[in-house]
């Protein structure tokens, strides 16, 4: 990497010596400060949390003020941060929330259980909810309503009958959308601790809170431990690293919306990436003195946050548009914009990326807040596996095999099917498979 300018902010990488490290998203010694938060919160390695130790570490943590502070807030007390919000917040709130639930809805609709015929009988899969969803909310650096949007109603859509969400020091407007996203439970505490209430459960005065079946939303470094060390016990959604933004564009490009799209990203934190890829050379450094001009007009801390997140940001000139798609399914981002001619043929030849917006309009920053598609996406590379949050994460598909009519278990298609096990049975060595219940399929 080369930056010789001084009025630089974006760092010029060349796609020969552009090199990635793909990180663990968990940091190790996070991990090891997880698990010891994890011990301390359960006294039997079997058992829930114990709540009053829960109250000493979310105090020590900053959590809660005192050891004595309720660990849960109220139905009552969202609903009346709900209702005290103003004209204006309340009806945004109202109208994100109505887009996310329905995307979520349709998710949800587009997967049915089915049936089929197959030799002795019917095949086919059920699609069902879990029963208990736990959501978590950051709430560290700026409050984040969007989140206890997108987790909860995205749950609530999916069928879950029980949803608990976490996030520490939760601000009014926080409060207001765990009431319109209908949580059950919301636990003021954050972190590690967060996560391993919402695994394992706790008794909380005469409150029960359940073990949750699945832990979603994103985190920081301590939530990202927390979640590789209970998965599996439960399951997550998935281990998330800093955000990060990809912007494709050729000379069409407006440098000014691009300019505002890579700093929206880097406000984020200080860890985040704001990455343009182009074949303009021209474009790109019009890009660059548009978000030196842009950010010194961002208010404190998002603006020193931002300079913070551009130093591990970077540019990316290519001779083709083609070399920009490679780059970018090479890096594989949380969020990918498409900003050229014919945009949406450019992005049907992206292969890896966790969400794709699609021309000028299509700002990232309408993903976060509630177009309808789920802000909660795979960084660091995982969208080459994986995609984002959605109902699918708290849908469980099932299949089954039923074969009860006597008559079908006769049928020259069943005895086939049966003879073709026995054969792949004996081919693996395991005869108990070849020889019981044989008698079960033989012609009456």
Same mark, same amino acid.
């Given at each position: ?17 552009l090199?990635?490290?793909?990180? !663990?998203?968990?940091?190790p010694?996070a991990?090891?400060?997880? #698990? ?10 079997? *058992? ?19 050891? !004595? ?13 709900? !209702? ?34 197959v030799?002795? *009988? #019917? ?57 319109l ?10 972190g ?17 809170i ?15 431990a ?21 912007? $494709? ?6 440098? #000014?919306?691009?300019?505002? !799209? ?20 021209? +474009? ?5 003195t548009?978000?030196?001009?842009? +950010? ?34 090479? $890096?594989?981002?949380?969020? +990918? ?8 043929? $450019? ?28 802000h909660?996406?795979?960084? *660091? ?19 089954? +095999? ?5 008559e ?23 005869e *108990? ?12």
């Amino acid at each position: 990497m080369s930056n010789n300018n001084n009025n630089r902010i974006l760092t010029i990488v060349t796609p020969e010596t552009l090199s990635l490290e793909v990180k !663990d998203p968990v940091n190790p010694q996070a991990l090891e400060q997880a #698990k010891a938060i994890l011990a301390e919160l359960r006294p039997s390695e079997n *058992g829930p949390v114990d709540a009053s130790a829960l109250q000493k570490v979310a105090a020590r943590l900053g959590d809660i003020a005192t050891e !004595d502070a309720p660990l849960l807030i109220s139905k009552e007390t969202c609903r009346a941060a709900f !209702d005290d919000l103003s004209e204006q917040d309340r009806t945004a709130l109202v109208n994100i929330h109505n887009r996310i639930q329905t995307f979520a809805q349709a998710q949800r609709t587009s997967i049915t259980d089915m049936e089929v015929n197959v030799p002795g *009988g #019917k095949a086919g899969h059920t699609v069902s909810p879990c029963t208990a969803a736990g959501c978590y909310a950051p709430g560290g650096r700026y409050p984040l309503p969007s989140s206890v949007l997108m987790t909860a109603i995205t749950a609530r859509a999916a069928g879950v009958d029980t949803v608990v969400l976490a996030t520490p020091r939760p601000a009014p407007i926080t409060l207001a959308a765990a009431h319109l996203a209908g949580a059950d439970y919301l636990l003021c505490v954050g972190g590690a601790q967060a996560i391993a209430t919402m695994a394992y459960g706790m008794d909380y005065s005469s409150v029960k809170i359940p073990k949750c079946d699945v832990i979603v939303g994103p985190g920081n470094q301590w939530v990202t431990a927390a979640k590789s060390i209970v998965q599996g016990y439960c399951g997550i959604d998935m281990l998330a690293g800093p955000s990060e933004v990809l912007v $494709i564009c050729d000379e069409t490009a407006s440098s #000014k919306v691009v300019a505002a !799209d890579l700093i929206a990203q880097a406000e984020h934190d200080v860890v985040a990436r704001a990455i343009l890829v182009t074949t303009s050379q021209q +474009l790109e450094q019009e890009v660059n003195t548009e978000v030196i001009e842009q +950010l010194s007009k961002l208010p404190e801390p998002n603006q020193s946050t931002a300079r913070a997140a551009m130093k591990q940001s970077f540019s990316v000139l290519c001779g083709t548009l083609d070399e920009c798609v490679q780059i970018s399914d090479t $890096i594989a981002p949380e969020h +990918l914009e498409i900003h050229t001619a014919n945009a949406w043929k $450019i992005g049907q030849q992206c292969r890896h990326y966790g969400g794709l917006f699609v021309g000028s309009g299509a700002a990232e920053v309408l993903g976060d807040y509630g177009a309808g598609p789920n802000h909660t996406l795979p960084t *660091g590379g995982t969208g080459r596996y994986t995609g984002g949050l959605s109902v699918f994460d708290f849908l469980r598909i099932r299949t089954y +095999l039923r074969m009860e009519d006597t008559e079908e278990l006769s049928s020259k298609e069943c005895q086939d099917m049966v003879q073709d096990t026995i054969t792949m049975a004996r081919l693996e060595g395991l005869e *108990g498979h070849a020889v019981l219940r044989n008698n079960d399929y033989e012609s009456k």
